[in-house]
């Protein structure tokens, strides 16, 4: 785990930063539990709430932005095993595979961030649960079928040929 914390070469969407926005969405989802996938499209939403009519987005609208749908999965993981070892989140094995959810550590952990940004993230992250929670699991990649092209998906085509469905 000491890669995360020492590797100061990018902050902006490190595991780390990536793996806080996951826990500040299981914390805002509690007691809901959420697999990699639906958390994957979740992290997206949060950081880019306007390309879904949502609140401002937390980063720029970039180029290419739709593309983080598919190059974040592995970051996220790697964050999430980061707060995982810290006991901020919990793992759970079930039938319908792997999930996610907040601990008992994760709210007084997070009620000690008060910087712009982290109350950003909190706001956004009650958007998306708020707003998307009610999707079944094809509801929300239909969503995202549908929208990459809109959200400068020039990944798009790349990654149906790399990546079949999402």
């Known amino acids: 785990m000491n890669e995360f914390i020492n590797d100061h070469s990018h902050t902006f969407n490190s ?3 990536c793996g806080l ?3 500040v969405i299981l914390e805002c989802a509690f007691p809901n539990v959420y697999d990699l996938q639906r958390l994957v499209f979740f992290d997206y939403l949060l950081v880019h709430s306007a390309d879904a009519g949502g609140p401002e987005s937390l980063h720029p609208p ?3 932005r739709s593309g ?3 190059v974040r999965r592995k970051i996220i993981e790697q964050g999430l095993n980061l707060f995982l070892s810290r006991r901020l989140i919990e793992k759970k094995y079930t039938e319908k595979g792997i999930v996610y959810n907040a601990t008992e550590k994760t709210t ?3 009620d000690n961030l008060r910087t ?3 109350l950003s993230l ?3 992250a009650n958007w998306v649960i708020k707003s998307f929670n009610g999707f079944s699991d094809i509801e929300l990649e239909n969503f995202f079928k549908i929208n990459l092209d809109r959200w400068g998906g020039e990944f798009t085509k790349e990654a149906s040929l790399k990546y079949g469905d999402l």
């Open 122 to 124: 909190k706001d956004r």
């Open 108 to 110: 007084p952990f997070l």
């Open 116 to 118: 712009k940004y982290s």
């Open 21 to 23: 926005r996951s826990m």
């Open 68 to 70: 983080e749908v598919l």
């Open 15 to 17: 595991p780390l930063e």
């Open 62 to 64: 970039t180029p290419h």
